[in-house]
């Protein structure tokens, strides 16, 4: 295995951990976990920033315009986090993350009716197959709330912060072909942070004053998810093409899925109707996105 095919292969490993993480803080809310994971996060690449001369000077190049249109997809940021982190709590791991992967089937008839992208029959299929596979994952789970802890609203809140994810991604689409990926995260995750602080304040989630724990579960999940995920994902996308590292993104929501099966503390046992919708929505999302040229993963 070369090197950036080992890269993304770790990336989705990594990235695979994030809601194992979050679901191992002891009390922190979900706000507050998605405000430390951005803000820790951020801390962790500005040095990368600060001492970097060329890119100081790429910030001062950036028009304004860029920088109002960053601000809005680092708000948007800040609606993913909160809405995906605070549905790991009100559902299962498998039906969050395959409800929040799915942003491929929003992505596609978005870009294919506004940025005028070709949109295949293949990809067509794949939308309408993966909108199958949800009814069928979040009816069958909502329609015998005695299966466990899957409810409406968490599959409602997992699939808005896919919404969001889509949303995100679109504009990361626009801005990264113009803007390096160290001052475009920088400024989107320093805006996402500052919004998810205020959404904390108005939601009285705390932001000071965690348990010990908690600071350092979190700062790992920085750490694994946020760079080491994010970043190797983004830095494999110069050598592999962008159909190829979707489908790796598929690997995603199994080896959450799977981690939280055979984690102890976790241990959550998919339903049926998880296992049958979420493998078709995993294979709609891999005819849709097969054939999308960008994908963006921060």
Request: net charge positive; charged share 10%; glycine share 6%.
């Amino acid at each position: 295995m070369n090197k950036p095919y080992l890269a993304l292969f770790s990336a989705i490993v990594a990235v695979s951990f994030a809601s194992i993480f979050i679901l191992s803080v002891e009390s922190a809310p979900p706000l507050s976990i998605a405000f430390y994971r951005l803000f820790f996060t951020t801390l962790l690449i500005f040095p990368f920033v600060l001492f970097k001369k060329k890119i100081r000077k790429e910030f001062r190049n950036i028009p304004l315009s860029t920088y109002l249109i960053m601000i809005i997809i680092g708000l948007i940021l800040a609606a993913h986090f909160a809405l995906w982190i605070t549905s790991l709590t009100k559902t299962s791991v498998a039906n969050s993350v395959i409800l929040v992967t799915a942003h491929p089937i929003i992505v596609a008839p978005i870009s294919y009716f506004f940025l005028r992208e070709k949109l295949s029959f293949i990809n067509s299929i794949g939308i309408t197959l993966s909108l199958v596979g949800v009814i069928i994952l979040v009816w069958g789970n909502y329609g015998f709330p005695t299966i466990g802890i899957d409810t409406l609203e968490g599959n409602i809140l997992a699939m808005l912060g896919g919404v969001a994810a889509g949303l995100y991604i679109l504009g990361g689409r626009k801005i990264r072909k113009t803007v390096s990926i160290l001052p475009y995260a920088l400024v989107v995750y320093t805006v996402g942070t500052l919004m998810l602080f205020i959404i904390c304040l108005f939601f009285n989630a705390p932001v000071y004053n965690l348990s010990l724990k908690d600071y350092q579960i979190i700062l790992l999940m920085a750490l694994v998810s946020g760079i080491f995920g994010h970043t190797l994902y983004n830095w494999s996308l110069e050598y592999i093409r962008a159909s190829v590292a979707s489908v790796f993104l598929l690997g995603e929501p199994i080896g959450s899925s799977l981690l939280a099966y055979v984690i102890p503390w976790i241990h959550q046992e998919p339903s049926i109707y998880t296992l049958i919708g979420g493998s078709i929505i995993l294979s709609g999302i891999y005819l849709t996105a097969r054939n999308m040229k960008e994908i963006e993963f921060l």
